[in-house]
Each structure stands twice: as C-alpha cells, then as structure tokens.
C-alpha cells in the first residue's frame, strides 16, 4: 500500500504540532510490513525534516544582486520581506507541481494532505484521500479567527474525503456537530509521543522556583487571564513564570508592567527538546490555561517530565489528562488561583500520585499506536 502526504504543513510551519504529527506518523508507518509512506516535498525548511535528507528553500540568489546594488529608503526591511516572499512562494510552486506529478502518475493507493488546501482534488483523480481533523477551534471560537479563511477549505475537504481522522473524541463530535458527517466515516486517533528517559537528562538548569507556561499566548490560549490570578500568587511563593514560546509583544510587555509582574516573567524562545524538557522538570506547576485545543501535546510532555499539571477544564483536556490532573474553571480567576495554590502546597505524596497517575497514563500515546491506528483506518478505504 503506497501512502503519499503532501508539502502543505511544512511551508507553513518550521516547527508545530501538525508537521510534527506527520512525520512521526510517516516514520512510524514505515516499519509496517506491506506499507510505503512518503512525503511529497521539494524543499523545505522544518526542523522535524531537516535530518531526512529534503533540500532547504531555494535563495534568494537572483534577486540579491539586483537589490543590494541599490539604495532606497527602508532597504533593509524591503530586502527581508521580499526575499521571504519570493522564497516562500518559489518552494509552494515548485512542491505543488511535484504532488501534482506524483498524483497524476497513479501510483498512490491513499493520499493525505497535511492541510486543508483543496488544489489536489484536480490530480486526484480515483484516488482515495484522508484527511486529519486537529481542531474545531475556527468553528466553536469564530471571534479569534476573524481574517483567517482556512474553515472554508476545511469544510471542502472534509466532505470529499474518504475517510476522517479526528484526533480525539471531542472533535469528532464537533464535526459531526458542525459538518453533519457520519460518525462511521470517522475515526479517532490520538497523537503519539516522543518519551524522554528522565534520569538521562541534565536538569541542573533553571533550578529558580517557577511555573510554567508552554505555546502562543494569544486569544484562546487565555494568557492575561493567568497573568490576572498570578498577581499575588508569584510575590506571595517567591515564584516566577518562565513562558516557552514566541518573545513578547510590546503590548504583553506594557501589560506586564500594569499588573507589576515585569519582574517576575521571563521569555524564552528557539529551544531544543532536551532544553525544554528540564524546563518542564523543574517547574513547581505546568499550567495550561486554554479556552480551545485540539489535542494538548504539552500535557504529554509535562508528565513525561514528571511535572505536576493544571488545566483548565475543557472537555479536550479531561479526555488527554483524565484524573492525572487538577482542573480549574478558565473563566473564574478566583478558581484558579485556589486550585493553584492548592498544587503549590500539596505535600510530597500528594504530588507523586498525580505525577504516577501521568506516568501511567503516558504509556496509551505511543507512535506505533498512532500508525496501527491509522493504517487500519486506510485499510477500511
């Protein structure tokens, strides 16, 4: 059974969640007998390829020349903006027209996109298509996803596919919530997870008390509502909040100041699995606070470090974490700030049991789990 994935996710993230996904399913879909998964690239420049022998982004070579003899206002800024726009659209030119050629050549017995771009349904021909549902986040959230159009494509997609892969239970009961499809045609498979051995990495770092906050910040992920309940709660532990993501915007910074907390957050960025699992270690308390996920992968990583976890209580999270972690209301700060001060005084042994509890439940999100999964789910096409 030959299976073909597309170039989509990989031009739009150097690294995430998604791309992730579906390189550690190709891999592990390649140890199985009978089965011959590749990716459709021709170049790239995510991280999780970058030891798979795909060519990076072509340069900017050509226009480098014309440019930089050039003076004129702006040079610089225009220069970057430019030489990422011709790259990026040069590297989505070339790595369509190669899964064209590939679809076009009848050779793919199952295709599946890593997006939502419809453009392959004029290749396709009989050739039946999957496709991975992440979230519902665009439909049961609209108001912070006002100028992204992607549902549209996603709503093509999923009622031409094959078959439907929801990452987990909750989403599939919001596609057949908001896209009327069949519940046969879908089929639930949790993500996978990459163990660390937590005695054979060095976590003599950061050893400041704090907690932690892992991703983007912005709308759903409810960051200045954790920022309001952590006002008192950093000063009154000796505590800081280190955030694992992208730097802060001017306007975190000017509200970090509002609320005298400049002080006692600190942002941290571009680092390794390795580097981010001793954060994780480390840390007094992870807290992920989101109003919307589709899955949760750092809940994963947070146990696998043996970090005690508190969440907020959306279904997605009770389905992912279940009694393996303390849960808080996402819209009452007064909840918060109690269920966590709670964890941050609990004793030892109350601790190792919700840590022993995500141990346990770790060992359910295996790769291999996630690839026999979804090659039956080919199979039933």
């Not at 021909?125 to 991975?132: G, L």
């Not at 929801?166 to 599939?172: F, N, R, V």
Request: proline share 4%; hydrophobic share 35%.
């Amino acid at each position: 059974m030959n299976i073909l994935y597309d170039h989509q996710v990989f031009e739009s993230q150097n690294v995430g969640g998604i791309s992730r996904y579906h390189v550690e399913l190709w891999k592990a879909l390649n140890r199985f007998d009978n089965i011959n998964a590749s990716i459709s690239i021709k170049y790239s420049d995510n991280i999780y390829l970058k030891d798979e022998s795909f060519p990076i982004k072509p340069k900017f070579d050509d226009y480098d020349k014309f440019i930089l003899k050039r003076e004129f206002p702006s040079k610089r800024r225009f220069y970057k903006l430019a030489s990422n726009f011709i790259s990026l659209s040069s590297s989505q030119n070339k790595n369509k027209e190669h899964t064209a050629l590939q679809l076009l050549n009848n050779k793919t017995d199952i295709f599946h996109p890593t997006f939502y771009d419809p453009y392959f349904l004029d290749y396709i021909n009989k050739t039946p298509f999957v496709i991975t549902v992440h979230d519902m986040i665009q439909e049961n959230h609209p108001e912070y996803s006002k100028n992204d159009y992607t549902f549209l494509n996603k709503k093509i997609v999923i009622n031409k596919a094959s078959r439907i892969i929801a990452i987990s239970e909750y989403t599939k009961e919001q596609i057949i919530k908001y896209y009327n499809i069949n519940d046969q045609q879908i089929d639930v498979i949790h993500h996978g997870f990459n163990m660390f051995d937590a005695d054979k990495i060095d976590s003599s770092q950061h050893t400041e008390p704090y907690i932690l906050f892992v991703g983007t910040r912005g709308g759903y992920k409810n960051f200045y509502f954790i920022l309001h309940g952590l006002r008192k709660i950093l000063n009154a532990f000796n505590l800081n909040l280190i955030c694992i993501g992208p730097p802060p915007t001017k306007y975190e910074m000017k509200y970090l100041e509002f609320v005298e907390l400049n002080k006692r957050v600190r942002f941290i960025s571009n680092i390794d699995d390795k580097q981010l699992f001793t954060l994780y270690k480390n840390a007094k308390v992870f807290i992920f606070p989101s109003l919307e996920e589709g899955f949760g992968l750092p809940i994963l990583e947070a146990m696998n470090a043996k970090c005690p976890i508190l969440l907020s209580n959306i279904p997605i999270f009770k389905e992912i974490a279940g009694d393996a972690s303390l849960y808080f209301n996402p819209y009452d700060v007064y909840d918060f700030t109690e269920k966590l001060k709670y964890v941050l005084e609990a004793n030892h042994t109350s601790k190792n049991e919700l840590i022993n509890k995500g141990i346990e439940r770790l060992k359910k999100y295996t790769w291999h789990n996630t690839a026999e999964k979804t090659a039956n789910c080919y199979k039933r096409i």
